[in-house]
């Protein structure tokens, strides 16, 4: 019996005095970065009755906080702004229309990613919330009587639209993006990303004697992007 408890005393140290190695190898320091993207987005609204269009381009930016708590897993939380909208296709009609909606941005987003340290892959997927900061609209002929402009397309084609004032400033949707990050150095590192944002609000009222049944934004966003890791 004393033997075993000389035994039992002896592995217990033992496993004290590796405690510190086991724990410095298993455990990963979070890991906080700040940064900024910018590029160029790509959209169209989701309309029901549809309407004839052509994808819009606009721009995208936005600073962020990277929190990297696991090896795989982190999160991020941006600010920023994007340009969505619409551009109508009026075909081989010489008429021209297009709606730039300007929001100010803030997705939260789950962030996962896996690579080598000086190279990763990531995707990014969470909620977005957005307000709209700006309304613009450029057309070449007159836009609210379009049917008395001469060379304007007949037929069943919806164009209320076009003059309709924005009801609904706030949208929110989700996004998702997939990416890739290459390091400069362990503190620097540049990124590219592809994000897609499906929006879940409608700009138009939606009730049943409504005109649109649904109005709501889809944008891709490709952006260029710096981060400083902080710790």
């Not at 700040?34 to 029901?48: E, H, N, P, V």
């Not at 297009?98 to 990613?113: E, F, K, N």
């Not at 995707?123 to 609210?144: H, T």
């Not at 049917?147 to 037929?155: I, Q, R």
Request: hydrophobic share 35%.
């Amino acid at each position: 019996m004393k033997r075993f408890s000389k035994i039992l005393t002896a592995a217990a140290v033992a496993l004290l005095a590796l405690q510190p190695a086991l724990r410095a190898e298993t455990h990963y320091k979070p890991h906080i970065s700040i940064g900024g993207r910018a590029g160029m987005t790509m959209s169209k609204m989701s309309f029901s009755p549809s309407v004839k269009q052509n994808w819009q381009s606009g721009t995208a930016g936005a600073v962020s906080l990277r929190y990297a708590e696991e090896k795989i897993f982190g999160l991020i939380a941006e600010i920023g702004w994007s340009q969505r909208g619409w551009s109508e296709n009026f075909e081989e009609s010489p008429c021209e229309y297009t709606r730039t909606l300007t929001y100010l941005q803030l997705p939260v987003l789950t962030h996962i990613y896996f690579g080598s340290p000086r190279f990763k892959c990531f995707v990014n997927l969470g909620p977005e919330f957005a307000y709209m900061i700006g309304d613009n609209i450029s057309a070449n002929f007159d836009y609210r009587n379009p049917y008395s402009v001469e060379g304007f397309p007949t037929g069943a084609r919806m164009t209320e639209q076009m003059s309709m004032e924005i009801e609904n400033k706030f949208d929110y949707g989700i996004t998702a993006g997939l990416g890739i990050e290459f390091y400069l150095t362990p503190r620097n590192s540049i990124t590219l990303e592809g994000r897609f944002y499906y929006g879940l609000g409608n700009i138009y009222p939606a009730a049943k004697a409504d005109t649109f049944s649904a109005s709501r934004n889809t944008c891709l966003e490709v952006t260029l992007g710096y981060n400083f890791r902080l710790r």
